[in-house]
């Protein structure tokens, strides 16, 4: 039944499209190490990752390397009205085109890298809540996320990201000051713009071909107001920072080249601290601070 003020969706013909394992077979998609190419062809995984995702009725969703169209078929089935994805392997083409037909007009593939793809462009004209959800590449995962929360202007044109990594890299997304090893820039760009979490493993196994290590399905909701500050300095601070992760933040911090003492204790933080110690609000505070003394060391006249 549908969602009131939404459209029901009709997947019979999504739901009589061959199993993954023969459309991979059929058309010759043997998987690229180069391209991060692991796929799930378990639909109740992937059913269970777009409804992660959560209720989709009336939501647009951009996935990011649909490969041959695991995720895809699971987004369609849970209801999205609309999935706009992005993949740079044009052998994957044939096979997403069959899930194009299928969709009765709500997919849409395009072919390209998703590193170079202005996203919020795809879904111009399109109304509603928009997100996005991938089984990401590894070896670009990072970069795609940075790249997202990164953005100028916030809060961004999506609500929500359901987003699969190796548990790793999950780990360094959500770590706080008490999970020294794992916080860094990383979980200070992610924590100061969004609420995240991990949701939930996937192991090795449920990947063709399984890979040495776990996954996990991360998710990361924009805060509407996160702390004020100047993104850009926000990652000049933190670059410094983490630079010199064992040093002191009195050493570490004089990259920045302002006076690093007047900075720590305008921000009140114990020149002795070291970049891991300080959680999030402490990073804006320097920030601030570090934008405040630019400014005065650009207006001195000598
Ligand atoms: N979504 C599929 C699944 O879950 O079975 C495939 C996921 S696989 C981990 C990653 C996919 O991203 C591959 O299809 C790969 O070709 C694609 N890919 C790799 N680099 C990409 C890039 N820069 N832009 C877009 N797609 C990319």
Redo the contacts with the bound molecule.
């Keep these: 039944m549908a969602v009131p003020g939404t459209t029901a969706v009709d997947n019979h013909l999504i739901e009589t499209l061959p199993p993954?394992r023969e459309v991979v077979q059929n058309y010759d998609l043997n998987?690229?190490r180069t391209?991060?190419?692991?796929?799930?062809?378990d639909l109740n995984l992937?059913r269970r990752?777009a409804r992660a995702s959560g209720p989709l009725e009336g939501v647009s969703v951009v996935?990011?390397?649909?490969?041959?169209?695991?995720?895809?078929r699971a987004l369609l089935l849970e209801g999205a009205k609309r999935v706009i994805a992005?993949?740079?392997?044009e052998r994957?083409l044939p096979a997403l085109e069959d899930i194009t037909r299928a969709s009765a007009g709500r997919f849409t593939a395009v072919l390209?890298?998703?590193?170079?793809?202005d996203l919020n462009a795809l879904l111009e004209g399109v109304d509603g809540p928009k997100r996005i959800c991938?089984?990401?590449?590894?070896?670009?995962g990072t970069s795609?996320l940075t790249s997202w929360l990164e953005a100028p202007n916030w809060p961004p044109w999506f609500d929500r990201l359901t987003l699969?990594f190796q548990r790793e890299v999950a780990e360094r997304i959500v770590a706080t000051p008490a999970q020294r090893a794992d916080y860094g820039r990383l979980a200070v760009l992610c924590n100061w713009r969004c609420e995240t979490k991990i949701l939930f493993d996937v192991p090795p196994t449920a990947?063709t071909p399984p890979p040495k290590i776990m996954s996990s399905v991360v998710q990361l909701v924009p805060r509407l107001t996160p702390l004020p500050c100047i993104g850009r300095h926000l990652s000049q601070v933190t670059q410094s920072a983490f630079g010199q992760r064992r040093k002191m933040l009195r050493q570490s911090l004089k990259s920045l080249g302002v006076d690093t003492l007047q900075l720590l204790a305008m921000a009140e933080i114990a020149p002795e601290k070291r970049a891991e110690e300080i959680d999030v609000a402490g990073f804006v505070r320097l920030t601030n601070v570090f934008t405040t003394l630019l400014q005065a060391k650009m207006n001195v006249v000598p």
């Design positions: 993954l998987p690229k391209l991060g190419q692991n796929f799930l062809f992937t990752i996935e990011i390397g649909p490969g041959p169209g695991g995720l895809t992005v993949e740079r392997d994957c390209g890298d998703a590193l170079e793809t991938a089984n990401l590449p590894y070896n670009v795609l699969m990947f």
